[in-house]
């Protein structure tokens, strides 16, 4: 498993940005549809950072700056989470990690504060948001499979669908999220665990190399054997430690083979249905050895009234009998277990039912 180092090393994950064109005013009354009339008078209030903004749109592109009042500005700047949005001075969209260097450099110089988000999963304010400079890696997409080295080296603005799509045509896969619309950034540099873990251990000990931009704004390939000790606090660092040491632009991970599997997502609203999947979860975790074999229970409340799902996942066509009987035995309100692709099964995750909510 993952040496996790606790201590107070940052990283931070890029990726690569499509040509979006901003608005350089405000439109209060558009950012209502995302933020609150609170937010944008907490923002009024804040430090005007716009010539920060300026000087990386003269340093990179002005079409990859966004201000508020733009929707690019509004999409980049929100997260899956509603209370991890913070209302920044602008969104900086770096196209290469010569991109990230020259934003980074800038920001060293004007101590600027700011944010890196990767694919914004992040519940928490000040995660991946910031009332300074939000850099947005939605546009470092490049996926470069090697089939004689078995890895695939990905940019950081990758959905995981994203890189399961990629894949699924060379009949190989990565240990990497369990959900749609997860990205690949901040799951890796997390621990990041997978259906495969039980296999393969957590998503980040599967990566042999990361492309890094340092604060100053060089550019290193960071790997085991060229330096041992960056290479080790990067796995596990996260983001946002108190000393920052660069932010990933790419990372390469392991491949394995990967043809169809089973599962799906069963949810349960009956009271009766929710303590059987509490006394299924809890036999399952004590019974079965198969690392093929996995679950993912969550009990929560939906309007006010109890709710809970699991999804369910055999990495084979076919599971052993028995394994999955006690949940497929309970009275489901919805249910979606089948053989199926990997990537079928990542997307039939209802992950993004509740999208934007606090």
């Not at 983001?239 to 349960?268: D, M, Y």
Request: charged share 15%; with cysteine; glycine share 10%.
């Amino acid at each position: 498993m993952v040496r996790f180092l606790v201590s107070t090393l940052a990283v931070l994950a890029v990726s690569a940005a499509t040509v979006c064109h901003a608005r350089p005013d405000v439109d209060k009354a558009q950012l209502q549809s995302r933020y609150s009339m609170s937010d944008l008078i907490k923002r009024d209030g804040q430090k005007d950072y716009t010539h920060v903004c300026s000087r990386i749109a003269s340093s990179i592109s002005p079409s990859a700056v966004h201000y508020p009042g733009s929707p690019v500005y509004t999409w980049l700047n929100s997260h899956f989470s509603a209370s991890s949005n913070q209302l920044s001075a602008c969104v900086a969209e770096p196209r290469s990690s010569s991109d990230v260097s020259k934003i980074l450099r800038i920001i060293g110089q004007t101590r600027t504060p700011f944010a890196v988000q990767s694919g914004g999963h992040a519940t928490n304010p000040g995660f991946s948001s910031t009332p300074g400079v939000h850099i947005s890696l939605y546009s470092l997409r490049s996926i470069d499979y090697n089939g004689a080295s078995q890895t695939v080296e990905i940019g950081t603005g990758l959905k995981w669908d994203d890189v399961y799509a990629a894949l699924e045509p060379h009949g190989v896969s990565v240990a990497g999220g369990r959900v749609t619309d997860v990205g690949v950034g901040g799951f890796t540099l997390g621990g990041g665990y997978s259906w495969k873990t039980n296999q393969h251990g957590l998503t980040i000990d599967t990566v042999s190399a990361f492309e890094l931009v340092k604060p100053n704004g060089e550019v290193v390939k960071v790997t085991e054997k060229r330096d041992p000790e960056l290479f080790f606090g990067l796995k596990g660092a996260s983001n946002n430690f108190p000393f920052f040491k660069g932010i990933v632009t790419k990372i390469t991970l392991k491949t394995f083979v990967q043809g169809q599997v089973w599962g799906g997502f069963l949810a349960f609203t009956d009271p009766q249905a929710i303590s059987g999947l509490g006394a299924a979860t809890a036999k399952f975790s004590t019974e079965v050895k198969d690392p093929k074999a996995s679950i993912l229970s969550s009990f929560s409340y939906l309007q006010g009234s109890p709710f809970s799902g699991v999804q369910l996942f055999y990495d084979g066509p076919n599971p052993p009998p028995g394994i999955f009987d006690d949940f497929l035995a309970l009275p489901s309100a919805m249910a979606n277990v089948s053989t199926r692709s990997h990537l079928s099964l990542i997307l039939s995750t209802p992950a993004n039912e509740t999208h934007g909510l606090s």
